[in-house]
């Protein structure tokens, strides 16, 4: 499978966004999937994770309650609704799909989609 993220975007402080990546092929449903991202000159962090039926999700501290993570299998998308966004939330976001198991951390997915931009102004 291959993953293509949607352009990600600028918005100002308490903006919403919604990031989408789509997979290529009809197997995402056999997939876990998350977003990850990168500030600058910070390491790579698990932004969110979900299962492949989509029954179990799970979020990095810093954006509970203000993002969420869903999937639509249907369409071989992943979605990272993205609500109340601070300046810190500033980074390039990727998505990631793995058929091992589910996992909170990098090395644990094999598929990446290309990063996209999110910049929250303040």
């Known amino acids: 499978v291959q993953l293509q993220a949607c352009v990600g975007g600028m918005v100002q402080a308490g903006d919403s966004l919604r990031l989408s990546c789509r997979a290529s092929?009809?197997?995402?449903?056999?997939?876990?999937s998350a977003w990850f991202r990168q500030a600058p000159g910070k390491e790579q962090e698990l932004v969110a994770a979900?299962?492949?039926?989509?029954?179990?999700?799970h979020y990095t501290d810093s954006v509970k309650g203000r993002f969420t993570i869903s999937r639509d299998n249907a369409k071989n998308t992943a979605y990272l609704q993205m609500s109340s966004l601070k300046p810190e939330d500033t980074a390039v976001y990727y998505c990631?799909?793995?058929?091992?198991?589910?996992?909170?951390?990098?090395?644990?997915?094999?598929?990446w989609g290309q990063g996209t931009q999110v910049t929250v102004s303040s």
């Open positions: 990631a799909a793995t058929r091992v198991r589910l996992s909170y951390t990098g090395d644990g997915y094999g598929v």
């Open positions: 092929g009809d197997f995402f449903r056999l997939y876990h």
């Open positions: 979900i299962s492949r039926s989509g029954t179990t999700t």
